[in-house]
């Protein structure tokens, strides 16, 4: 019996090489009966809602039928930047020597033009056959892009170059290729070979695409880090025998171990013992959370305390770490496919070109000009056209803004993330781990008249260092010496205690001791902060104050970012109060606290309803569905591999003021892309008519088309001036 319940899959799409063919793909998709599907160009990979009267099978071979390929997804995806890698790398070894031998006179040897051939077709149809596949592709289905502009620019280079070394005069043997810019059009060309065109287009736009794929191959890591946190196995508890078994034998309704120091395998209850949880990567909080028997606790989280007991509610997809991940991959596909200026232009100017250097060709032999030279002057007219520059624009100033940037810490993953950082007017900050420490850090000790600051902290910080609770550790990193302890114990959700020189000293929470009035006054100074009190022999001689404090560098950040237009907003998961105080110290007058992961996404959503571009920056697990659902995400890279995967931008040092430079350098890079695309086509359309009306012949073509890639190589150079504002 067949089914019609709707069904989804995920398809990966190879042999997309622009958006174009993704739009292609999703058009062919939902021209089927019941089915709604969207093409994402830069994962690679199509999410299809289909009805049960479809066959998996059908659905790829609609794509194949297309010119694509597709399939379910696999854990591991063959690496497409390695094969162009290894194309550029060879076409670059066998392309250079063409190059320079067809540019420099002096160095032709006898028979360097039937050498430079050779390895001119290994380049050509062997490092450049992704272009020559793709064209014969777009083709096949009355489309073109940038791939047709290469594979005719290239294709017409070399046969023409072909013709002239079989059957006309650049065969002959001792034969010069010499630039003559003001020789007559007139004159036969048939000594005239184009091989260093059809290489230099090759090797540039292998190198071009070779970058593009490398930050594709990313795309996917985010939902990976996040399946990472995860545990791979449990200390499951079954007839009171504990074993360990793989995650996923777990069961809903099963009973676990946790360990201190271990992850919480599954969302579930406590049912046996207290601790602290270290829950920031997850929910945010900055603290961490005590809990006991009846409280819930969320898998990914850590155990800082003592051994827990927990009774799985859910497990698998349905736990909130899986459906984070799948936030992420929602977000990430709901982004808009941006499509490559280039690709949009050649469209249209492809189909043009094509006509023009049809038109010339044809109007030159009514005319009654040789039949060489009415070829010579189409082919002048798709040299001219050749793409080399147009190709080198986006790549170069790329690889120079990219290289710059990553001296200064900042990591950008490809150039679909500039456009955004242009329209981006609002930026939601992180508190957790961005605007903050993300630590515990000790703030205060306030000693009784009795006893010594330092003697307070010294003690507290000899029991504290047997424990791992990150508020030890806090006490602990500011202690000038650690003493010996004897007698050490350890009581889950209360404290420690041991014997100092002879005292038993002991550090647990407030509410477990008896506070002077005279430490309670003095803690009022300390709102919303954490604080545990410090006993010598049953007496409290001290309190001692820790929170996650703000970074020394976050209010000048928000400073910054006010400069660049944009309206900063805090957004986190902590308390309404801590969330107040930490704006009010750097500067933020718009506060949205108390939230859960997917009420960072919703809170984000929201204000881009209100036609705000958002940027978000923050660190953690909890903050990478939100990454991904703005307009630009920008990791903290001290943060977790979730958040700086699920982003469009990684600031490396961790310092927020990387955030502001970070935004100018992308503004500035996608400046000078906009301009390199800007004289790339000027001088096509400068050229076009000279090569049409028989003024440029193609060796002054090739030669222009060299200037064109020198300038743009040039300008994008400027970008390694760049200066931050926080140096």
């Not at 048939?190 to 290489?199: M, N, Q, T």
């Amino acid at each position: 019996m067949t089914t019609t319940e709707p069904r989804h899959v995920e398809l990966s799409i190879s042999g997309m090489t622009c958006a174009s063919c993704a739009r292609r793909v999703e058009r062919k998709l939902n021209k089927l009966d019941g089915v709604s599907a969207t093409v994402n160009y830069a994962t690679e990979k199509a999410s299809v809602q289909f009805p049960g009267s479809l066959r998996v099978d059908d659905l790829v071979s609609t794509v194949r039928a297309a010119g694509y390929d597709a399939e379910e997804p696999r854990p591991e995806t063959p690496d497409e930047s390695g094969e162009l890698g290894l194309r550029f790398a060879l076409a670059a070894v066998l392309g250079v020597p063409v190059i320079v031998v067809s540019m420099v006179p002096a160095l032709q040897f006898p028979v360097w033009q039937w050498t430079a051939l050779a390895l001119a077709s290994v380049v050509v149809w062997v490092c450049g056959w992704p272009f020559h596949r793709a064209a014969a592709v777009n083709a096949r289905h009355g489309a073109s892009t940038m791939d047709t502009l290469v594979s005719m620019g290239v294709t017409v280079s070399y046969l023409w170059s072909l013709y002239a070394l079989v059957f006309g005069e650049a065969g002959t043997i001792g034969m010069r290729h010499e630039f003559s810019f003001f020789r007559p059009a007139a004159m036969s060309a048939s000594g005239d070979i184009y091989l260093e065109v059809a290489v230099g287009v090759t090797v540039f736009l292998l190198l071009g695409r070779w970058l593009e794929a490398r930050s594709k191959r990313s795309a996917g890591a985010a939902m990976r880090s996040l399946f990472a946190l995860g545990a791979k196995d449990v200390a499951v508890l079954r007839d009171g025998v504990e074993s360990r078994v793989p995650i996923a034998q777990l069961r809903v309704g099963e009973r676990f171990v946790v360990r201190p120091g271990e992850r919480i395998a599954t969302d579930g209850a406590v049912v046996e013992g207290s601790s602290a949880v270290d829950s920031s990567m997850v929910t945010g909080e900055s603290v961490p959370v005590e809990v006991g028997v009846g409280d819930a606790v969320v898998g990914g989280t850590v155990n800082a305390g003592g051994r827990l007991v927990v009774e799985a509610t859910s497990v698998g997809a349905d736990t909130q770490l899986a459906r984070m991940a799948r936030m992420v991959e929602q977000a990430q596909a709901g982004k808009a496919r941006v499509q490559r200026l280039a690709d949009r232009v050649s469209a249209v100017f492809v189909p043009v070109v094509v006509v023009i250097a049809l038109l010339a060709f044809g109007g030159w032999l009514l005319a009654g000009r040789p039949l060489e030279f009415a070829v010579t002057t189409a082919v002048a007219v798709l040299v001219i056209a050749c793409p080399c520059a147009l190709g080198l624009a986006t790549p170069t100033a790329l690889l120079v803004g990219t290289g710059r940037g990553a001296q200064l810490g900042i990591l950008v993953k490809g150039p679909e993330v500039l456009e955004s950082t242009r329209r981006v007017d609002t930026v939601v900050l992180d508190k957790t781990g961005t605007v903050t420490t993300g630590r515990l850090t000790l703030v205060d000790v306030i000693p009784t008249g009795e006893v010594p600051r330092a003697e307070v902290l010294r003690f507290a910080a000899a029991v504290e260092n047997a424990s791992e609770h990150p508020v030890a550790t806090a006490i602990v990193r500011e202690a000038d010496e650690v003493l010996p302890v004897s007698q050490f114990v350890s009581t889950d959700g209360i404290g420690v205690s041991g014997v100092v020189e002879g005292r038993r000293v002991a550090v647990g929470r407030l509410r477990e001791v008896s506070v002077p009035a005279e430490l309670a006054e003095k803690l009022a100074a300390h709102p919303n902060r954490t604080a545990v009190a410090v006993s010598f022999d049953d007496k409290v001689v001290g309190l001692i104050v820790v929170a996650d404090v703000v970074k020394p560098t976050s209010a000048r950040a928000v400073r910054e970012l006010r400069a660049l237009g944009l309206h900063p907003v805090l957004l986190t998961g902590d308390t309404r109060q801590v969330a107040v105080d930490v704006a009010a110290e750097v500067g933020i007058d718009e506060v949205i606290a108390e939230v859960l992961p997917g009420q960072k996404v919703a809170a984000v959503q929201r204000l881009q309803a209100r036609g705000r571009v958002v940027a978000m920056i923050g660190d953690g697990v909890n903050d990478a569905p939100a990454l991904a659902a703005a307009d630009l995400g920008l990791a903290v890279g001290t943060g977790t591999d979730a958040a700086i995967e699920a982003s469009d931008l990684t600031l490396v040092r961790g310092d927020l003021r990387a955030a502001a430079d970070a935004i100018r350098l992308s503004r500035k890079t996608l400046g000078i892309i906009k301009g390199n695309l800007f004289w790339a086509f000027a001088y096509n359309v400068a050229g076009l008519p000279l090569a049409a009306l028989g003024l440029l012949n193609p060796m002054i073509a090739g030669a222009a088309m060299a200037f064109s890639s020198v300038f743009v190589v040039s300008n994008s150079l400027r970008l390694r001036g760049f200066r931050p504002s926080a140096g």
